[in-house]
């Protein structure tokens, strides 16, 4: 995969961005800060969240892509990436369900009132 | 594959190349696999803080909601505007290692470190705001605001100087390998052959400013509309 006879005259390596990118993204984060700033005084109901949210994630993936370089980054790394978002979400959502589902045992079983137990002895 | 092992002591081959390396471009990917590795880490660590704000912020509902009328919103919208700045002068100095610009390289290590201390300096008067106030969960605790969220609120400030406090570590700590990166580019280390300890701190520094653009939204601005 690797050659070690024409790297020779290779003089940098690695992907140089250009400071109007930079800067770009730089801009586009304050506005966005502002407007999840604004966002949180709308009436929205639950829908004040996701809106937070998905402002949120649309910052991170800038930071991402270019400042973290994730853009100009190997195939592989990337994929570390992805995993590593994977794992959150599988903490998060198995972590829930437990407490989501810890009221449903009493409901699914009839017979659970009838052990109320204190006369056992 | 016997072919591919040359002699290591070649005349002039890259100091800053490892041997075990074939070249510059696989050192550099390598390097910053690890790093990313090292972040996934960091993101799990962070996310156990996260997932337990997630289940209890949906237990206790209304009660965080409340909590927001004693932040200090103008403070936590400066310190994000803060950290963006800290992360675009970071991007910059990376580029300047990589055209080994040394004098523009020191500008923006020293301008993200004054940004990183202006961030802390922001965090510690806020923190000093919430213990004059009786904000701090524990026996003095007070909520006069919504005293029937007396219990659960103290919930909410717990994962806020969590949360907060570990983040101000990694600041912290960001600022020592800032610290290390100035010393680097003062005696010129870095240039276009060599950058990467400035890249992989750089990807530090910007994952730090991920986490705070998390809990600005989360911890500040969730109960506005209440």
Known sequence: MSTLTDNKHEVTHGHIPKVGTLVAVWATLIVLTFCTTA???????????????AIALTKVSLVA?????????????????????????????????DYV????????????????????K | ??????????????????????????????????????????????????????????????????????????????????LICSSLSMALAVRAAQLGQRK????????????????????????????????????????PEAPQYFHNAQILFFLYFAMTGMHAVHMII??????????GAYRSKYGPTYFTPVEMIGLYWHFVDVVWIFLFPLLYLIGHTK
């Open chain 2, 104 to 143: 523009a390289q020191i500008i923006s290590l020293l301008l993200t470190m004054f940004f990183g201390v202006v961030f802390l300096g922001v965090k510690a008067y806020e923190y000093h705001e919430k213990y004059i106030e009786h904000l701090i969960p524990g026996p003095n605790f007070q909520f």
């Open chain 1, 39 to 53: 966002a949180s005084y709308l009436e929205l109901g639950e829908f004040n969240i996701v809106l937070a949210m």
């Open chain 2, 1 to 82: 594959m016997a072919d591919t092992l040359v002699a290591p002591h070649e005349a002039e081959h890259d100091p800053h190349l490892r041997h075990h390396f074939a070249n510059a471009d696989q050192q550099l990917d390598s390097a910053t696999l690890g790093m990313w590795t090292f972040l996934i880490t960091e993101v799990l660590f962070f996310g156990g803080m996260f997932t337990a704000y997630v289940i209890y912020r949906s237990l206790y509902h209304d009660a965080f909601a409340a909590t927001s009328m004693v932040m200090n919103v103008p403070l936590g919208g400066i310190n994000t505007g803060v």
């Open chain 1, 101 to 120: 589902s810890r009221g449903w045992q009493y409901q699914a079983q009839p017979w659970s009132h009838a052990a109320s137990g204190g006369d056992s």
């Open chain 1, 65 to 97: 892509w270019i400042f973290m370089g994730v853009r100009y980054s190997t195939s592989l790394t990337r994929l570390f990436c992805i995993a590593g978002l994977l794992w959150l979400v599988i903490m998060m959502i198995v972590t829930s369900s």
């Open chain 2, 174 to 183: 960001g600022l020592g390998l800032l610290t290390f990166l100035l010393i």
